[in-house]
């Protein structure tokens, strides 16, 4: 005899997914809006506090309010918790729980785990949660153990501990948020700090093993080191991340070299600055120099870097490096006239071109169609709000200093368009679709040419 299912039963993975995700801003939302989370007397609007919840859940750091100067410490730890839950996966830190809780983890969850992190599989989903947990807190420990160096001697130890947790947080799982802001000013990110290659170097470093993707870890560990042992997704990774980062560098620097926004920086200076940039573009949202007077040519390499972002599985955003990698590749392909896509020995299943191909054009649509909007609305420059829109698209948090002066109805748009980009452009779409039964049948076959 069949069971009745319940509602939270016929619902799919997919819609589970987004529905925690709102679960989890809304909450946020109520947090950030009571007296005590503001410095100052009142409390924040609610639809700032949404604004805040939705950019710390979605690990982007675009900002309505200077992060240290706007929100009590209260407020902060919320906007912490926030960061490390959307960085990590809340189905992540459930399945966890579950685990060590001895509590019997359905199947049902193990799937809405397994496409919340992009597993390949549902098999040994519950010691992969476990390890992505472990493996977050002590990267993100030892982060904080190598910041206090700098920050105590800096704050003093109560401030410089904390202050190293914090951005060690945010800096792994690609957020952006900082505390700077009561040292440098408001909405200064890591500016003061540009010239300091030790924090640069760590906060780098963060940036990157969290945007490389938890099961690039689990296989380089498994696989000790041994680059021709890993597989062809870790291998596409590692490789494309390399040389983005200092390909995007070089350009960076080629570029802005000698305009306004290396004035005044020594050579060396301007060599970590371009390399700090072109890290944080995938996709943290820190910045150690003003992007507001770079030239056209270098927002316009930013805007391709945050869109690009991070790898699948990751705290990072964007259509993914993979992603680039299978349509780079598919163009290679199609000129050479070869009828599989390969990479490193290793050819790769045929439907991989086009799910790449709708991942790109939904990022784009979105993207260009909400930038159109928002300009005509706001009436401002179709390149700052294009930065705009693809950095909340691509969970970046990179501003040119727009986002304070927004509308509520574009301060909405840029909302969904970082929940879209966190959630996944796919599981979104997946979501809202209907689960119609596959019909076997298909029409006839015409030819139609394209290019």
């Known amino acids: 005899m069949r069971t009745k299912k319940s509602m939270w039963q016929r619902l799919s993975p997919m ?5 925690g995700y ?14 005590f989370a503001t410095k100052g007397a009142g409390s924040s609007p609610i639809t700032d506090s949404f604004f805040t919840a939705t950019s710390a859940t979605c ?5 309505r309010f200077d992060t240290a100067t706007h929100w009590t410490m209260f407020g ?5 918790s926030l960061i490390q839950i959307g960085g990590v996966g809340f189905m992540t830190i459930a399945i966890v729980i ?18 919340s992190i992009s597993a390949p599989q549902i098999g040994g989903i519950v010691r992969m949660s476990k390890f992505i947990a472990m493996g977050t807190l002590s990267i993100e420990g030892i982060g904080a153990l190598l910041l206090s160096f700098d920050f105590i001697p800096r704050f003093g130890w109560g401030k410089g501990i904390y202050y190293a947790i914090f951005h060690s947080i945010s800096a792994f799982c690609n957020a952006g948020f900082d505390l700077m802001g009561s040292e440098t000013g408001q909405f200064s990110s890591l500016t003061g700090l540009s010239d300091n290659w030790y924090v640069n170097t760590v906060i780098m470093l963060l940036i990157f093993l969290g945007g490389l993707g938890f099961f690039v870890w689990h296989d380089v560990k498994d696989k000790k080191f041994r680059f021709k042992k890993l597989n062809l997704q870790s291998k596409m990774v590692l490789s494309i991340s390399v040389v983005l980062v200092l390909g995007g560098a070089v350009v960076i620097f080629l570029l802005e070299n000698h305009q306004h926004m290396f004035q005044g920086m020594t050579l060396g200076e301007k060599i970590l600055a371009s390399l700090f940039q072109s890290v944080t573009a995938r996709t943290a949202g820190f910045n150690t ?4 007077v770079m030239t056209d040519s270098g927002k316009l390499v930013m805007i391709c870097l945050m869109l690009i972002g991070g790898s699948t599985g990751s705290t990072a955003g964007g259509i993914k490096t993979t992603t680039f990698w299978v349509l780079l590749v598919s163009i290679f392909t199609t ?3 070869k009828k599989n896509i390969e990479a490193f020995g290793r050819r790769m299943e045929e439907e991989i071109t086009r799910t790449a191909s709708c991942v790109f054009m939904t990022y784009l649509l979105l993207v260009i169609s909400t930038a159109v909007i928002i300009a005509a609305v706001e009436g401002l420059p179709m390149m700052t709000v294009l930065f705009e829109t693809g950095s909340a698209m691509a969970t970046v948090g990179l501003s040119f200093g727009v ?3 927004l509308g509520m109805f574009s301060k909405l748009l840029v909302a969904f368009l970082m929940i879209c980009g966190r959630v996944g452009s796919i599981t979104m779409l997946l979501a809202f679709s209907s689960e119609k039964r596959v019909v076997s049948s298909s029409y006839p076959l015409e030819k139609v040419q394209v290019g």
């Open 59 to 63: 690990v982007t750091g675009l900002i």
């Open 403 to 405: 986002t304070p002066t």
């Open 76 to 80: 902060q730890l919320v906007i912490l």
């Open 15 to 19: 819609k589970l997914i987004l529905g």
């Open 98 to 115: 579950m685990a060590f809780t001895k509590r019997k983890i359905t199947l049902s969850q193990r799937s809405i785990m397994q496409n």
């Open 335 to 337: 000129f050479r006239r």
């Open 22 to 35: 709102c679960l989890i801003i809304l909450l946020g939302t109520v947090l950030l809006a009571m007296p």
């Open 289 to 292: 120099t003003d992007l507001s």
